[in-house]
């Protein structure tokens, strides 16, 4: 039942998140996504750019440099495959792992997992690995399973498996078996197979900041190998957690001194414990390299930024060759760029470009320099706000410009002609018709939204007229209750003058004549357009009616944000021309 009511959200919202239950077969969305429309940047072809476009490491051993270990005793996977890594052949269909095998990325709603390539079999000893979560929502799971746990859902929920949520709690084949106190951003894992399984959790406590036993429980496993696990909900763009295995303790050692924590309650275990999870070992240290990006700090649209980069490494030399570039301006997994000859980077998209030049060394160390360029002048006023098709959108936009009809079952959107950036102004948009998969909101102007797509979705926030408010189709909060609700209003303040130093906008969400969330948009540093989204249903006619201030409003948004306790007044009721 749990399954089936995430697989029913994923499909309702259009999202096709849910293994083979959605249109897309289970296939992983690689390559099934459509090019990302990006003005005035040419991506990056080089190999050493990865599919997702985040920046390669180079290297053809999947993270560390060296030839690939190998598999060792007890291992469940090929040899080719290193035994310290997230295992590509034990990860969820919209799982994405990085390049170096150790991170987890989740890109569809609905809970998923991936799994530990070794596996501990029964009575092969005392190991160690930890978690460590990227991201500060606290909805992932780290633990243990057997190598068949199902992928959909949480790690704890299913038979042999154990869980330790963010929040204190540890599951066990769905059930929770234990509390614990405390909270940490690493969660360590003794796994005991001498005889019986016995699982013991390691945090940071106040008493003990290098980590003691918080919980010890005694699983009931399978008699094949343990694998480690983690599992969580799409939480943000871009890897969730770490897994740390022990390949290299000496290069990326861990947090917590697991030997000390483990004599305080089993003195034989301390004794025993390998301090990896089936295997360890130490390479000599590795100097990360050096990266510096310079360069001017503002432009005018369109003039080229000629950037001066170097990077350099104690043991491989220079590396500039395989700097990678990337602007944090673009959509999320399309940001990778290439520079012009003379290293000169140019676009014409108004606001502010946070420019990285990311390069990895032979032995697995990133090191990434930021240097932020604002491209300044006022976006382009429209004599009218009028909803604009973007090619290949499955969307009828009716002669007003204001109303939309969507044709096609995938989520498509389109965006207003007008963009908003340095300024406090308000829309509203109306449902109408029969109730389908809608929603509107706000997106940045680079970036493909036909379809609205999970995995290179341009910086936005939106609220869907049956499942709540999200920020990059993540989700962020509820409607008020009472809905289904026909009308929502956006104050968007972008207002980058005021004295706390904003350069992003936050979206002030109006429904039902009451503020029901304040999203920050921080990723969005370019101007943002009114956005609407839907997919194909009943009726005919419009499905969603945008106001830009033409007519009245349904709601006196100035009185909302002053109950609120924001600056209403300086709210301007319409969006563009129209605002006043």
């Not at 459509?34 to 920046?55: E, K, N, R």
């Not at 699983?219 to 022990?246: C, E, I, K, M, T």
């Not at 980069?309 to 395989?322: C, F, I, M, P, Q």
Request: glycine letters at 14%; charged letters at 20%; one cysteine or more.
């Amino acid at each position: 039942m749990r399954r089936w009511l995430g697989c029913a959200l994923a499909l309702s919202l259009g999202l096709f998140g849910c293994g083979d239950d959605g249109p897309n077969g289970g296939e992983p969305p690689e390559g099934g996504l459509p090019d990302v429309d990006v003005p005035d940047v040419v991506l990056d072809g080089s190999p050493d750019a990865t599919p997702d476009g985040s920046p390669g490491d180079g290297a053809a051993d999947g993270g560390d440099g060296s030839a690939p270990d190998g598999a060792t005793d007890g291992s469940t996977q090929p040899p080719e495959e290193p035994w310290y890594v997230l295992s590509a052949e034990r990860a969820g269909p919209f799982v994405i792992l990085s390049d170096d095998g150790r991170e987890f990325e989740r890109i569809a709603i609905a809970s998923e997992a991936a799994g530990s390539a070794r596996g501990v079999e029964a009575g092969e000893g005392v190991f160690y690995f930890e978690m460590q979560t990227l991201v500060s929502d606290r909805r992932q799971r780290f633990g243990v399973g057997p190598a068949d746990m199902p992928l959909e859902g949480d790690v704890g929920d299913h038979p042999g498996s154990l869980g330790a949520t963010e929040t204190g709690v540890i599951f066990v084949n769905g059930v929770i078996v234990e509390d614990y106190e405390g909270s940490a951003d690493t969660f360590g894992f003794v796994v005991d197979r001498r005889e019986e399984t016995v699982i013991h959790l390691v945090i940071a406590t106040p008493a003990h900041p290098q980590g003691e036993i918080v919980a010890s429980v005694l699983l009931d496993a399978p008699d094949g190998p343990l694998h480690a696990f983690v599992s969580g909900p799409r939480l943000a763009l871009g890897p969730q957690a770490r897994y740390n295995a022990g390949h290299d303790t000496t290069n990326f050692p861990f947090r917590y001194d697991a030997r000390a924590a483990l004599a305080a309650v089993d003195p034989g275990a301390a004794e025993e414990l390998v301090l990896g999870f089936g295997d360890t070992g130490s390479k000599p240290w590795n100097e990360p390299p050096v990266v510096t990006l310079t360069g001017p700090s503002s432009a005018l649209p369109g003039e080229g930024i000629a950037l001066v980069v170097s990077a350099h490494d104690a043991e491989d030399g220079d590396l500039t060759a395989r700097v990678i570039f990337e602007d944090d301006a673009l959509p999320h997994s399309a940001r990778a760029i290439q520079l012009e000859p003379g290293g000169v980077y140019r676009t014409s998209i108004v606001g502010r470009h946070r420019l990285r030049a990311s390069v990895v060394d032979a032995g697995g160390k990133r090191t990434t320099a930021v240097h932020v360029v604002d491209v300044a002048g006022p976006p382009t006023m429209h004599a009218e706000v009028r909803l604009v098709n973007a090619p290949g959108d499955g969307a009828l936009i009716d002669a007003s410009g204001r109303g939309v009809r969507f044709t096609q079952v995938t989520k498509d959107g389109v965006r207003a002609n007008q963009g908003l950036i340095d300024d406090f102004w308000y829309f509203e948009v109306s449902h109408v018709g029969p109730y389908g998969n809608f929603g509107t909101g706000i997106v940045v102007e680079a970036g493909s939204i036909a379809p609205y797509a999970l995995r290179a979705v341009p910086a936005s926030m939106s609220m869907n007229f049956i499942s709540g408010i999200w920020h990059d189709i993540i989700w962020v909060a509820s409607q008020p209750e009472g809905g289904p609700h026909q009308t929502v209003g956006f104050a968007v303040d972008y207002r980058r003058s005021l004295p706390n130093g904003r350069d992003y906008p936050i979206v002030h969400v109006i429904v039902a004549g009451v503020l029901a969330a304040s999203v920050h948009v921080d990723d969005a540093t370019t101007p943002v357009h009114p956005m609407l989204y839907g997919t194909m249903g009943d009726g005919t006619g419009p499905q969603l009616v945008a106001n830009f201030g033409t007519s009245p409003f349904v709601y006196d948004a100035r009185a909302i944000l002053s109950s609120a306790g924001y600056d209403g007044n300086a709210l301007k009721r319409g969006w563009g021309v129209h605002a006043h």
